[in-house]
């Protein structure tokens, strides 16, 4: 069975990676507008006539497009934060909880999770489950993006216009932003590890095109259990035993690393969790390394329309 596949705002740079992850397959066919995705009545068309349709688009602009929706049995993948604290959709990070898998199998609404939440989720919902960090907890995330996660407007500030020649940017080598403290991502982050208290999120953004790292630290001796470097890696390698995209790093893995590179993932759909820290020691740092565009943007979305799709989970992805 072949099914029917829209991408409302292909154009940007997740739709590019998504289309580019569907088009080759053959259990699928694209509905493509070309030209015509302006054209009001074409889109309305095409939103309706889909088996399952991903959302490119700005916030506004998805919600827009939601609405235009009225055939009860197409199926919704948004990736835009339009819905990620909504409790009428399906929150899609499959490895996130017990049963979320099965979750987005059966939903007709599914917001794509943001790139820094899955990693900062990743991290930290398996230590709330588990007792570790307590949900009242104070907790902080570092994090830095490859400038592909700004978007086309950013992508342009680094690398120069499309179809312009090469240019020293004066972008920067390194950008901390967000100083507002008002990041959108924050409720999405705080709700979905379950904390109480808002999240604390200092993201930046690298000279470099795409992948991220996600750090958590985290102050042992200060936990109401006092938890060893042990027994938090012990909670995460529980959490995702058996996981096909998300992996935590062996200790003597870690111990015996002196960097890490936020580009080694890229081009897959694959997360990779580490404990840093000494075994008798009271700190730690938490690293969730990832591609801002795979598992945080364009693979959890053909992950989570494989799963709708009643598909392997795992098809056309690496």
Not at 53 to 78: F, Q, W
Not at 101 to 111: D, L, P, Q
Not at 299 to 315: F, H, I, P, S
């Amino acid at each position: 069975m072949t099914h029917t596949i829209f991408i409302d705002g292909e154009a940007g740079t997740t739709g590019l990676e998504i289309r580019e992850r569907l088009e080759a397959r053959g259990d699928l066919e694209l509905i493509l507008l070309g030209d015509r995705r302006r054209d009001v009545g074409a889109r309305r068309e095409a939103l309706n006539g889909a088996d399952a349709v991903i959302l490119c688009l700005p916030d506004e602009a998805a919600k827009e497009a939601v609405a235009m929706i009225d055939n009860p049995a197409v199926r919704v993948i948004d990736a835009s934060t339009a819905y990620r604290v909504d409790p009428a959709w399906t929150y899609g990070f499959a490895e996130m909880a017990a049963g979320q898998r099965e979750r987005i199998a059966g939903a007709t609404r599914v917001s794509n999770p943001g790139c820094y939440p899955t990693g900062f989720i990743g991290l930290v919902r398996p230590l709330v489950s588990a007792g570790i960090i307590p949900a009242g907890w104070p907790v902080t995330v570092n994090a830095v993006s490859g400038y592909s996660g700004g978007g086309k407007a950013m992508i342009a500030e680094f690398e120069g216009a499309p179809g312009s020649s090469p240019r020293v940017t004066k972008a920067g080598a390194f950008r901390a932003y967000g100083l507002t403290l008002k990041h959108k991502h924050v409720p999405e982050m705080t709700l979905h590890t379950g904390l109480e208290r808002p999240v604390l999120f200092a993201p930046a953004v690298g000279a470099y095109r795409q992948g991220m790292l996600v750090e958590v630290p985290l102050q042992l001796a200060a936990l109401p259990s006092s938890p060893s470097v042990e027994v938090v890696h012990g909670a995460l390698a529980e959490a995702y035993a058996g996981s096909r995209f998300v992996e935590v790093a062996e200790l003597e893995v870690t111990e015996a690393m002196t960097g890490i590179d936020p580009e080694a993932l890229n081009g897959t759909n694959r997360m990779r969790l580490h404990v840093f820290g000494d075994r008798g020691g009271d700190q730690v740092r938490l690293v969730a390394l990832l591609d801002n565009l795979g598992k945080g943007a364009s693979g959890a979305a053909v992950q989570n329309l494989n799963l709708m799709l009643g598909l392997d989970e795992g098809t056309g992805l690496g």
